[in-house]
């Protein structure tokens, strides 16, 4: 039995096989050829493929977004049709008699180091462009595709992270829980874990690189893996992959082949759990209410259409988050308007008269999709995200509001805006309301007149003009995560700096106050969809200061439930 440690998302306990993911850059193998004319073919056919799909992208772009993003892609088709760039691939092949993977893949380190290099920060960021390219024409030459995971039963996922289109590709219904050797405890794969109320560790101490000699780079003629300095890892991935495993939320542990006592006590602990449940199963129905009368509205957050079903199992109040991001991170090509409004009617139609607040798509820093041809940026948390991208982008945004707005007749439909830090983004959004309510009125398409508009408070900006920005909306919805990175100057993904994120800093507590007290001076709502509202022992701080509604996992809704109405 191996024992290994990490941080601990979730109190809950999985026990079944471990599947190890490795989301490595591809792997590629140097090997002799003899036709290097066939190589060279094989290479240029492999370039006109990824040619082709980047003019498809740039076309889809342009009708759909601004040229400013599709030019991204036209500026990715002029590196590959260079004749510099696919040349020096072409001679590696023909001088070394190498095959083309190889060679391209050279080409790929040849260039971005010499763009890294460069002084200037254009240049410098070219290097990442480079590195599209080239993968897009190795994608081609190997007919594999990153960032898809397939899993044939429910697993324990045993990962070094996971991007957010990996955790959204996931099957749920697969997923028993997370181990991941990094990530932080605001990362999507945790947020997920949390709404599944699964089990999940990050930053566990294993290490899942292999031992095999091909597999440590630029390593030549080592006859024993112990001459390698430093390296201690698991002798091969295969050792793991494929056995039992137990993952216990309550200590941070993850037991590999667990012996007979280790797995009695889990399984009891288990059984344990889910008689807690069965009984906070009763508080279904029954008010968020305390012992002295004080009532806090508990909604549910949700990235897709299961999180609703959850959120309705658990008897949601309504849906103070839809992540409504994720319905573009899980499309390979912009959602249309059709697309969107189907998904928005099912959710409205799902919750019945129960308010459903849906936030408009908050893409960029670590949410990114290709086909939004977004740039590489330096700072992406600070750079072109959220509301950012939408006002960038008007056709865009459009089509999500005609597809919400057509779809609020069948339910009891909110919109939120992200990364608010204006009285005039505000005022601009309220004109592109306006515009498309005039086409949808010229040609005869109902919506409701009844829809609330309100704000994400995340950035200290919008703290400090929270009093006039409560005059132009309908309410407030604190994302207390991302208030916590701006606030506190610090990466909320950077496991490095976990040891000094801190929520509950007293600077958070007075702006979360200040945004609470504005909103009731103007009398509108106030509520948190960070995961400071899921916190049970911050609870009383926020009835305390003052907070109308907390929204959080669908999972940890009765558990919140049963504390509220314990609180004097």
Known sequence: MNIYTGTSINNEIAIGKIFVYINDDFKIE??????????????????????????????????KTSLDNADIFNAHIMILKDDSFAGFAMNIISSENVNAEYA???????????????????FKNRAFDIKDVTDRVLSALTGKKKNKIELDEPV????????????????????????????????????LAKSMNIPALIGTDINLKSNTINDINGINDVNDVNDVNGIKCINDINDINGKIAVVDGFEGKLYIEPDEIILKEK?????????????????????????????????????????????????AGGIGL?????????????????????????ILEKMGEKEVIIRTLDLGADKQTDYLGLDEEENPALGLRGIRICLKNKKLFKTQLRALLRASVFGNLSIMYPMIISIEEVKEIKEVVNEVKSELDKENIKYSENIKHGIMVETPAAVMISDELAKEVDFFSVGTNDLTQY??????????????YNPYHEAILRMLKIVA????????????????????????????????????????????????????
């Open 156 to 191: 324990i996922l045993v990962a070094e992270n996971l991007t957010p289109s990996e955790t959204l590709l996931l099957d749920k219904n697969k997923i028993l829980a997370f181990v991941l050797t990094n990530g932080s405890i605001n990362s999507h794969s945790s947020i």
């Open 30 to 63: 140097k090997r002799h050829v003899k036709d290097t004319d066939g190589e060279i073919k094989r290479l240029k056919d492999a370039i006109n493929k990824a040619i082709s799909e980047l003019e498809s992208l740039y076309e889809r772009a342009s009708d």
């Open 104 to 122: 391209i893949n050279n080409t790929k380190i040849h260039f971005m180091e010499m763009f890294t290099n460069m002084e200037d920060e254009y």
């Open 322 to 346: 839809f992540r409504s991001e994720f319905i573009f991170l899980e499309s390979n090509d912009y959602p249309t308007e059709d697309e969107q409004f189907l998904i928005y009617k099912d």
């Open 487 to 500: 606030t506190l100057a610090i990466d909320r993904g950077n496991t490095k700096l976990d040891k000094f």
């Open 517 to 568: 007290d504005n909103a009731h001076k103007n009398n509108i709502r106030a509520a948190i969809c960070g995961e400071l509202g899921s916190d049970i022992d911050f609870l009383d701080k926020i009835l305390e200061i003052g907070y109308d509604e907390i929204s959080i996992a669908p999972g940890k809704i009765l558990k919140i439930r049963e504390k509220i109405r314990s609180m004097k």
């Open 267 to 315: 399984n009891r602990r288990i059984e344990e759990n889910k008689k807690e449940m069965e009984r906070l199963l009763n508080l279904k129905g029954k008010g968020n209410i305390t012992k002295s009368g004080r009532k806090i509205d508990v909604y549910a957050n949700a990235m897709n259409l299961s999180d609703i079903d959850l959120a309705l199992f658990n008897d």
